[in-house]
């Protein structure tokens, strides 16, 4: 166990629809990352948070958005789904910055039908 | 902006036998380097990295990398695969504490018996 988590691990849903990612960081860390992973494309950064505010976006579709909260979870939003959005999607997590590098979730896998 | 190239996407090598899998970075500014390991359906576990100081950096299950800056490269090595060492295996880049990290398209390292 990573300490960081992420729910749910396994998604299908049908293209034009909308769901939400969920992940809880490690204790401690202040910044969360999320991360598109699919078999083209490989690991493509979304967008980071830091203790609330988006600090930093990525290859992030509009039809994507993502939240901190105040108790730090973060939650990724993907709507008007398309079959090419199917992927594993991970959130990571650091305590400030990229020195420490970063600890992942064991993602959640989304297939779009 | 910076970006990773990890030559060769499936390695495969003999139990017992060198591990070296290649990466080279692209980066104006001195970078952060790491090393991430994916078993199957699992997140990304840092193997080790690199910021700053000495330059041979040794990480977890007995692999090692080291930074040379005249070559651009970051090249991960184990003197003797073993059989839990088959995985994907991702370099990744950052150009300083506040930039997400970069990853390369990963190696998949398969260790025969």
């Known amino acids: 166990d990573s300490g960081v988590t992420q729910t749910p691990k396994h998604l299908i849903t049908a293209t034009g629809q909308r769901v939400t990612l969920r992940c809880s960081p490690r204790s401690g860390d202040l910044s969360v990352y999320w991360y598109q992973q699919s078999l083209d494309q490989g690991l493509q950064f979304l967008i980071q948070?830091?203790?609330?505010?988006?600090?930093a976006k990525g290859n992030i579709l509009e039809r994507f958005s993502a939240q901190q909260f105040p108790d730090l979870h973060s939650e990724l939003n993907l709507s008007s789904l398309e079959l090419g959005d199917s992927a594993l999607y991970f959130c990571?997590?650091?305590?400030?910055?990229?020195?420490?590098?970063?600890?992942f979730g064991s993602g959640t896998r989304l297939t779009v039908v | 902006a910076q970006s990773v190239t990890q030559l060769g996407s499936h390695v495969s090598v003999s139990e017992g036998a060198l591990v070296l899998l290649r990466c080279n970075y692209s980066?104006?500014?001195?970078?952060?380097l790491f090393w991430y390991v994916q078993y199957p359906n699992q997140g990304l576990q840092l193997l080790l990295k690199y910021t700053t100081g000495a330059t041979l950096v040794k990480g977890i299950n007995g692999f090692e990398a080291e930074f040379k800056k005249s070559e651009t490269s970051f090249h991960l090595t184990k003197p003797s695969a073993h059989m839990s060492d088959a995985a994907e295996y991702f370099c990744a880049v950052s150009t300083s504490g506040n930039t997400p990290l970069v990853f390369g398209k990963g190696t998949r390292l398969s260790v025969i018996a």
């Open positions: 948070y830091y203790n609330g505010e988006e600090r």
């Open positions: 980066s104006s500014v001195p970078p952060y």
């Open positions: 990571a997590s650091s305590p400030d910055s990229t020195y420490y590098g970063y600890t």
